[in-house]
Every structure is written in structure tokens, then in C-alpha cells.
Nanobody, 125 residues
């Protein structure tokens, strides 16, 4: 089992950058594929990015491709989301998630087994 805690959210202006972090507890962090999702008010939780346990593979939603970068440091039990060129439509609560299965790079919320509590990102125009 793994526990996840996100940090790094905040209020920024359009065009700014933010780096989200997700700290994971437990000694088996490196066995999980990790993902970031977001949920805006009144909307479904949507996929943002995912990274394989070995960092050998990453995937992104079309809406963030070229602007966001996911990375991880297994030695520090951390996964990151670097967000550049932020837009007002990026405003949402961002969640970190862990997937027990290393045989897929999940892009559906149902693929993930563990979730953090979320961190708010607000982008003003």
C-alpha cells in the first residue's frame, strides 16, 4: 500500500509555471506506475499525465502535451508535474495516483488504486 501527498499548488497568472510534487510513503514506490489527474468544478476527473515505474515511458493528455512534463525520483519517493504556459482552463484540483499494475500506462481513473488528497491550482487570466 502507498500513501500520497500532493503539494505545490497555488494561484498564478496565465503564462506562469508551477511544479507540483507528490510524496509517496512506503518502500515499494518504485513498483508503481504513477499518474496525475485533475478535476475542475462541475467536471469529471480527467487524466493529465502518467509515468512508468522506471521512467521509461510517459503519456500526456492532448490538452497539456508540450506544456506539462511528468517525472519521478524513485530514490526520493517523489513524482513531479512541471506545468508551463499555464492557461485559465488548467484551473482544477490536481491529484496524484498510483497504479499497482506495471503492465500498462493507465489514462483512466479506474486504472489507479491509490490517490492523494489533491492540491488546488488556480490560473487567472
Amino acid at each position: 500500500q502507498v500513501q500520497l501527498v500532493e503539494s505545490g499548488g497555488g494561484l498564478v497568472q496565465a503564462g506562469d509555471s508551477l511544479r507540483l510534487s507528490c510524496a509517496a510513503s512506503g518502500r515499494t514506490f518504485s513498483r508503481y506506475n504513477m499518474g496525475w489527474f485533475r478535476q475542475a468544478p462541475g467536471k469529471e476527473r480527467e487524466f493529465v499525465a502518467a509515468i512508468a515505474w522506471s521512467s521509461s515511458n510517459t503519456g500526456y493528455a492532448d490538452s497539456v502535451k508540450g506544456r506539462f512534463t511528468i517525472s519521478r525520483n524513485n530514490a526520493k519517493n517523489q513524482v513531479y508535474l512541471q506545468m508551463n504556459s499555464l492557461k485559465p482552463e488548467d484551473t482544477a484540483v490536481y491529484y496524484c495516483a498510483a497504479d499497482n499494475s506495471v503492465f500498462r500506462l493507465g489514462s483512466e481513473k479506474y486504472d489507479y488504486d491509490y490517490w492523494g488528497q489533491g492540491t488546488q491550482v488556480t490560473v487567472s487570466s
